[in-house]
């Protein structure tokens, strides 16, 4: 199976590509039987005649598309591995609206509508769905502005975008896994990545940390900086959106380095005054959430 095709399609739609081993996700080894494989962030490209170059070689190459390098955010939302996956999440909810098995383009919904986003807008893009019947969703994302690739939902929510020296990297329409082919659902443009999404998955940089020797056995209440900022979010979210955005806004302390127990007391008390649903209760539990889903306890 002869694959140079759909990687030039990949290059004419502006993606940089490069191989991935056939019927794997794993970049391509450069000598067969060797374990080297390409450095597949410095490999993608968008040259034509390197393009060629490569799928002369490596003809039924998987297409590898490097998201950073080409300016894109790729939304991958998956389908359930289990039943009730969601259970004890802030998301458990949707098991009430879609029976046991909910999967990742029902939560990103979800999170589209519950932070006031356009679903239409959402899904209205390049989209293609994958060879375990998931589907990844095209967005260009804004030039300069970091992304965190934390997953929102683990296991049903990922997202490929502009972290690191390179972000990450899926495979384009045309690849195809021991699970089945990748194919592209439409041939619509690829939108702007929607601001609410953006504001969801901008990175933030970390606060400075100073000595602990430094500072004594006090540290300086953070009334302003990350968490001031992530306090007034809360305080001025809306009504029937303040869980969303308390999780988003714990989520993105957790991202900052903020401790689980300098964050809790204040994100709560911001909840609470805005008699945000549930009260302390619900905001504690959701603050803890956040913090799980970061991979961080504290």
Not at 80 to 90: C, F, V, W
Not at 239 to 268: F, K, S, Y
Request: hydrophobic fraction near 35%; aromatic fraction near 8%.
């Amino acid at each position: 199976m002869n694959l140079i095709a759909y990687a030039v399609q990949a290059v004419q739609r502006g993606f940089r590509v490069f191989p991935v081993e056939p019927l794997g996700k794993t970049p391509h080894t450069l000598i067969p039987g060797q374990s080297f494989t390409l450095r597949w962030g410095e490999a993608a490209t968008h040259s034509l005649d390197r393009v060629i170059e490569y799928w002369s070689r490596w003809p039924d190459a998987n297409i590898g598309i490097a998201c950073k390098p080409s300016g894109l955010l790729v939304v991958d939302c998956d389908m359930p591995k289990q039943e009730y996956a969601l259970a004890g999440t802030e998301y458990a909810g949707l098991h009430d609206r879609f029976g046991s098995l909910v999967d990742g383009t029902d939560v990103y919904r979800h999170i589209c509508e519950s932070l006031s986003g356009d679903w239409r807008e959402c899904h209205d893009t390049y989209r293609v769905c994958t060879g375990s019947l998931g589907c990844h969703y095209y967005y260009r994302w804004p030039t300069g502005v970091g992304a965190t690739q934390a997953s929102p939902v683990p296991g049903l929510l990922d997202v490929r975008g502009s972290a690191g020296t390179w972000g990450g990297y899926v495979l384009g329409a045309g690849s195809v896994t021991h699970k089945g082919a990748y194919v592209a659902e439409c041939e619509l443009p690829i939108r702007d990545a929607p601001g609410w999404l953006v504001e969801l998955l901008r990175a933030r940089p970390r606060p400075r940390l100073s000595h602990p020797a430094a500072e004594g056995p006090f540290r300086q209440p953070r009334a302003g900086g990350a968490l001031g900022g992530l306090v007034r979010a809360v305080e001025s979210a809306q009504p029937g959106n303040r869980n969303q955005v308390l999780l988003w806004a714990a989520r993105a302390a957790a991202g900052d380095g903020i401790a689980l127990d300098e964050a809790l007391g204040p994100l709560t008390a911001a909840y609470v005054a805005v008699r945000g649903d549930g009260g302390e209760r619900q905001a504690r539990a959701t603050i803890r959430s956040a913090y799980r889903l970061q991979g961080r306890n504290g």
